[in-house]
DNA sequence: GTCGTGTGTCATTAG
DNA sequence: ACCTAATGACACACG
């Protein structure tokens, strides 16, 4: 079959060709199975990536160059591939561009909003218009976030819920305790409340379904369409329609926006539940039970010892545990070993799985830079447009610098004049002087000698062709050089029109075929027919005449194809170079967003640090990173296991993320 | 003389 | 069956 033979050989090596420049893997079932025609087509059917599409009949139809060859189905397939790149370059690891700002605020006794912890560390980008403690609670939840901070966070990119320290005063403490309960003041040793732990050792139901707000946040965080909502941020830490303190604390409102820019004025640990559950497993719902009595709700309680504990705390960002950070933030607190055991939410991960990867890998930015302009400098395809070019044709440069201000015919007419086959004028039609060198450019579809400006390749050509004539028809026919060099435009363009076949027309002249090979040759079969029957000829003549005519085709086939091979490898380097420019600007993209998923990471190490360091049991003593971690559960709860349990936990996790890339 | 390139031609195939 | 386009292969001319 023919489309077998062709694509199997001339497309298929040209893609082959093309892909292996760009060090791309092709996904041939991808594309099969995906209905994108181009390759299908190649593989399949018609492709003007190397077709036989007649676009000589296209150039003889439309003028030529008018109706430039790229092929639209060619282009289709590479804005197909090139998509395809985007989303294999990102592998799944684009985040948003996310910055956590999280602020942790305690409020007097007098229910104005102080910082009565200066800022341990945490930067606080936007802390001004909390530490003053001068606005008054509603006034910080109604007016501080939206206004202190939800304007000049609108940048921050992570979910950052808000955090109240004071949260049963708006929220009754009714069946669950606060965060504030674990966490006493650091003037004075707190008990844990017998509820403290009841929420998770007693399973107690939550009324809100923590586990979809977590999965709108990390659709919301998937999708970087976090938005701010201010009033969550500040006022509505605690879902307004529920009684239960603990939910109040440590979930999400059932309506309440995640927001990118989240200030958390008013923060407290409650708030956390937001952070927490753009972090922790959903596994949780297992360990709230399990974890028995080792388990520790983070609860407020309803003292003030919450804020003077985690007053004026930023908790800017999201709680990573040190193994995904890479980074500990040495200035605050007790350094935290895997404080959250690996129970980072597995769409999380997958998230920055990639950038766990880079980064562990060494793939840092700045090598990523480097991989770029080894990529740029070293990928083996050498694009600029002064190089592509040159191998297509060396000698379309010479010729291009040598006879570009030379006109075509004026080449020609050069080249044939020198030569030494000088052609009388033969009939009356036009076969003036025979010039076949001068006449090889007419007959390959391009009629106007000014589109030959864009075959500079052929320009220097100047063979003779006629090696196969006898020697007595060689010397007489052609015009003198200097007749030639006077001839007008007109007797050129006749001269373009009549002269090739220089062999054919010899023969004929020597037959004395009464008809130009022209007609021969570009009669259609009909009117070739009735030409002949007008005649008396011979069988040799007709059989002259048949292959002066089927040569003269089979000439111009011969030069529209080569033409279309040319015009095939141009498009393909062209396309080369197209897919070049995507795949730098592409990881030019990743390593920005690997250095944004850094920062992230960096903010939420931190602020896991903060808040752990503030942590004190009912003795007053701070839990020991080596025995206790941060958790979040699936319901939102923020609890403190210990560590072995938390381990196990990121040891399950990671088996489940290594499954679900399997 | 050799090599690369351009061209013409033949044979073949498919539409 | 014939015509034609397309194309691989080959030979030749030329620089």
């Not at 139901?205 to 977590?214: G, N, R, T, V």
Request: aromatic residues 6%; proline residues 6%; contains cysteine.
């Amino acid at each position: 079959m023919l489309s077998l033979k062709k694509y199997f050989t001339e497309g298929l090596i040209q893609f082959t060709i093309l892909l292996s420049l760009i060090g791309v893997r092709v996904d041939v079932d991808t594309y099969l199975n995906s209905h994108l025609p181009p390759l299908r087509e190649i593989f399949l059917g018609q492709s003007s990536a190397y077709t036989q599409t007649q676009f000589h009949n296209l150039r003889n139809t439309l003028d030529g160059y008018v109706i430039h060859p790229k092929s639209v189905d060619l282009d289709y397939y590479f804005t197909a591939r090139r998509l395809l790149n985007q989303v294999r370059a990102l592998d799944r690891f684009q985040v948003p561009t996310t910055e956590v700002s999280a602020w942790l605020v305690h409020r007097d006794s007098e229910g104005s909003v102080s910082g009565a912890q200066p800022n341990t560390g945490i930067a606080l980008e936007n802390g001004s218009g909390l530490q003053d403690g001068t606005v008054p609670d509603n006034e910080v939840r109604e007016n501080g976030a939206e206004q202190g901070f939800g304007e000049e966070l609108e940048d921050l990119g992570a979910v950052a819920p808000p955090m109240n320290g004071d949260l049963t005063k708006e929220f009754p403490a009714a069946d669950a305790p606060s965060l504030t309960e674990v966490l006493p003041s650091e003037s004075g040793p707190s008990t844990v409340p017998d509820g403290l732990l009841s929420p998770l050792l007693t399973g107690t139901e939550l009324p809100f379904d923590l586990e979809q707000q977590w999965q709108d946040l990390m659709s919301i965080m998937e999708t970087q369409g976090m938005e701010v909502n201010s009033t969550a941020a500040a006022g509505t830490l605690y879902d307004s329609t529920g009684g239960d303190i603990l939910n109040a604390n440590y979930s999400l409102a059932p309506s309440t926006p995640i927001n990118q820019n989240v200030s958390l004025h008013q923060a407290s640990l409650g708030s956390c539940t937001q952070d927490f559950a753009s972090l922790f497993s959903s596994e949780m719902e297992n360990l709230s039970v399990a974890g028995s009595s080792a388990l520790l709700q983070l609860v407020p309680d309803n003292s003030t010892g919450f804020n003077t504990t985690f007053g004026s705390t930023n908790l800017s960002g999201i709680f990573f545990p040190p193994q995904l950070n890479g980074t500990v933030n040495e200035t605050s607190g007790p350094e935290l070993p895997d404080p959250l055991g690996g129970l980072l939410d597995e769409a999380m991960l997958d998230e920055i799985s990639l950038m766990d990867l880079a980064t562990e890998e060494g793939f840092n930015p700045v090598q990523a830079s480097r991989l770029e302009e080894e990529f740029d400098s070293d990928s083996g395809l050498s694009l600029d447009s002064s190089h592509s070019p040159a191998s297509l044709s060396s000698s379309e440069a010479s010729s291009s610098s040598s006879s570009a201000s030379s006109s075509f015919s004026e080449e020609g007419a050069v080249g044939y004049n020198s030569d030494s086959e000088n052609v009388d004028v033969e009939d009356a039609e036009g076969a003036v002087g025979y010039q076949p060198e001068y006449s090889k450019f007419c007959r390959m579809s391009y009629q106007n000698p000014s589109q030959l400006q864009y075959l500079p390749y052929l320009e220097h050509v100047g063979h003779n062709h006629t090696y196969n004539m006898a020697p007595r028809t060689l010397d007489t026919d052609e015009p003198q050089p200097a007749t030639m060099g006077k001839k007008s435009a007109k007797d050129k363009q006749a001269d373009f029109l009549d002269k090739q076949m220089s062999r054919d027309e010899h023969r004929a002249r020597a037959m004395k075929i009464p008809f130009p090979n022209e007609k021969i040759i570009n009669l259609p079969v009909e009117e070739f027919n009735e030409l002949l029957s007008k005649y008396q000829l011979s069988e040799a003549q007709l059989s002259l005449i048949r292959d002066i005519r089927r040569r003269g085709k089979n000439k111009m086939a011969a030069q529209n194809c080569r033409k279309r091979k040319l015009d095939t490898i141009l498009n393909l380097e062209r396309d080369v170079e197209d897919l070049q420019r995507d795949k730098s600007k592409l990881l030019r993209e990743k390593v920005e967003f690997l250095r944004s998923i850094r920062q992230m990471k960096q903010k939420v190490q931190n602020l896991y640090q903060e808040v752990f360091g503030r942590l004190r049991d009912e003795n007053g003593q701070p839990y020991s990173p080596n025995q206790y971690a941060l958790q979040y559960a699936s319901n939102g709860s923020v609890i403190l296991i210990p560590r072995s349990l938390a381990d196990q936990q990121g040891r399950r996790q990671e088996r489940k993320q290594k499954d679900r890339r399997k």
